[in-house]
T-cell receptor, first 115, second 116 residues
Framework: QQQVKQSPQSLIVQKGGIPIINCAYENTAFDYFPWYQQFPGKGPALLIAIRPDVSEKKEGRFTISFNKSAKQFSLHIMDSQPGDSATYFC??????????????FGQGTILTVHP | GAVVSQHPSRVICKSGTSVKIECRSLDFQATTMFWYRQFPKQSLMLMATSNEGSKATYEQGVEKDKFLINHASLTLSTLTVTSAHPEDSSFYIC????????????FGDGTRLSIL
């Protein structure tokens, strides 16, 4: 019930394309859903995050769509660039109790943006 | 913005050596920090929660005597891999939260540990 399932495992798009990465969760107690970008040899960097009281959040070229009833959320990258090539992780956490702040990560998606 | 510094970035040492990794919050205080482990091409797995002034909380299956955690101050947590063996080779990453409900979390740049 703690799992977050992420797909696809890898994704290749052309420059300017809109890659979409999907995540699904089971635990309805999750109340915070961040997306992280990781380059080789570096730690994850927070891109954007959403809480379940909104259905969409946009920051720059990155948009999260959230479907509470389906327990799914996705990341859209508008006008993708070769510099966006990285591994993307979705995550989820719940506040309170012994799980306070613990992030459960998805399996990751390796995104390649061709010039 | 919030910055988490991790040191060293890379360690190569012989089997049986103990290795200490530091995680510092540079411009904020963190009563809680988290330690993760990441194998190549895999996701991050939470190892333990580091609590300032009290014992760390370890995830199931993580050996607390192997991975010693000390949260000595509001800006520093250390992870010591004791008597490291080749199977301990991995990418270790810490994070520190800056907001309510311990979110958002900001990550250090990780430590690549290679045990020969």
């Amino acid at each position: 019930q703690q799992q977050v399932k992420q797909s696809p495992q890898s994704l290749i798009v052309q420059k300017g394309g809109i890659p979409i990465i999907n995540c699904a969760y089971e635990n309805t107690a999750f109340d915070y859903f961040p997306w992280y970008q990781q380059f080789p040899g570096k730690g994850p960097a927070l891109l954007i995050a959403i809480r379940p009281d909104v259905s969409e959040k946009k920051e720059g070229r990155f948009t999260i769509s959230f479907n509470k009833s389906a327990k799914q959320f996705s990341l859209h990258i508008m006008d993708s660039q070769p510099g966006d090539s990285a591994t993307y992780f979705c995550a989820a956490s719940k506040g309170g109790g012994t799980s306070y702040g613990k992030l459960t990560f998805g399996q990751g998606t390796i995104l390649t943006v061709h010039p | 913005g919030a910055v988490v510094s991790q040191h060293p970035s890379r360690v190569i040492c012989k089997s049986g050596t103990s290795v200490k990794i530091e995680c510092r919050s540079l411009d904020f205080q963190a009563t809680t920090m988290f330690w993760y482990r990441q194998f190549p091409k895999q996701s991050l797995m939470l190892m333990a929660t580091s609590n300032e002034g009290s014992k760390a909380t370890y995830e199931q299956g993580v050996e607390k005597d192997k991975f010693l955690i000390n949260h000595a101050s509001l800006t520093l947590s250390t992870l010591t891999v004791t008597s490291a063996h080749p199977e301990d080779s991995s990418f270790y990453i810490c994070s520190a939260p800056t907001g309510m409900s311990n979110q958002p979390q900001h990550f250090g740049d990780g430590t690549r540990l290679s045990i020969l």
